[in-house]
T-cell receptor, first 116, second 114 residues
Framework: SAVISQKPSRDICQRGTSLTIQCQVDSQVTMMFWYRQQPGQSLTLIATANQGSEATYESGFVIDKFPISRPNLTFSTLTVSNMSPEDSSIYLC?????????????FGPGTRLTVT | DAKTTQPPSMDCAEGRAANLPCNHSTISGNEYVYWYRQIHSQGPQYIIHGLKNNETNEMASLIITEDRKSSTLILPHATLRDTAVYYCIVRVQWRGSTLGRLYFGRGTQLTVWP
């Protein structure tokens, strides 16, 4: 299994500002993913971040709003830009791991963002 | 988009088996059924997955119907710590590569009571 840490664990930000969330994994992984979980809702995939290539965004999410970096196989960042209260959510990163023939996805603890 | 349907909530007495159903009537032949759970304020946790055979691990059992249109996750002896939202997800998986993306539905809030 993979151990994932995220920074910050939580933050309160003013509208119009930007926040960069960091995701660190204890092993090298090819695929990393960023999810958003709005209050009382399920998880929604934002984008897939593979090292050495541009992130792939899901419908409804754009690079200008959620730029992602993936400089190496153990680290990624997600920036929430020009924030509004609607961006208040938990943001989670995850990685894909292989155990035998099993593909399992491991999640970080999340970053709880409140935009005022 | 999520391709599964689950009841929004269930409850179970501690020590009893919890049986969580999931409908995935449009599942394709190369799609697996995955189960995750999310305990409050934590990231989701992988539980189990299967293609067409029943599966069991240290956490749970997964029963998939013969036509693969539905499945049941079984927690054989539920404890208070099993209180969580349980997500049933279908996804493509093949040797050497996966699409990787997980599309979560609303899940089932399981409450285990003493």
């Amino acid at each position: 299994s993979a151990v994932i840490s995220q920074k910050p664990s939580r933050d309160i930000c003013q509208r119009g500002t930007s926040l960069t969330i960091q995701c660190q994994v204890d092993s090298q992984v090819t695929m990393m993913f960023w999810y958003r979980q709005q209050p009382g809702q399920s998880l929604t995939l934002i984008a897939t971040a593979n090292q050495g290539s541009e992130a792939t965004y899901e419908s409804g999410f754009v690079i200008d709003k959620f730029p992602i970096s993936r400089p190496n196989l153990t680290f990624s960042t997600l920036t929430v830009s020009n924030m509004s209260p609607e961006d208040s959510s938990i943001y989670l990163c995850s990685v894909e791991g292989v155990s035998g023939s099993s593909y399992e996805q491991y999640f970080g603890p999340g970053t709880r963002l409140t935009v005022t | 988009d999520a391709k599964t349907t689950q009841p929004p909530s269930m409850d179970c007495a501690e020590g009893r088996a919890a049986n969580l159903p999931c409908n995935h009537s449009t599942i394709s032949g190369n799609e697996y059924v995955y189960w995750y759970r999310q305990i409050h304020s934590q990231g989701p946790q992988y539980i189990i997955h299967g293609l067409k055979n029943n599966e069991t691990n240290e956490m749970a059992s997964l029963i998939i119907t013969e036509d693969r249109k539905s499945s049941t996750l079984i927690l054989p002896h539920a404890t208070l710590r099993d209180t969580a939202v349980y997500y049933c997800i279908v996804r493509v998986q093949w040797r050497g590569s996966t699409l990787g993306r997980l599309y979560f539905g609303r899940g089932t809030q399981l409450t285990v009571w003493p």
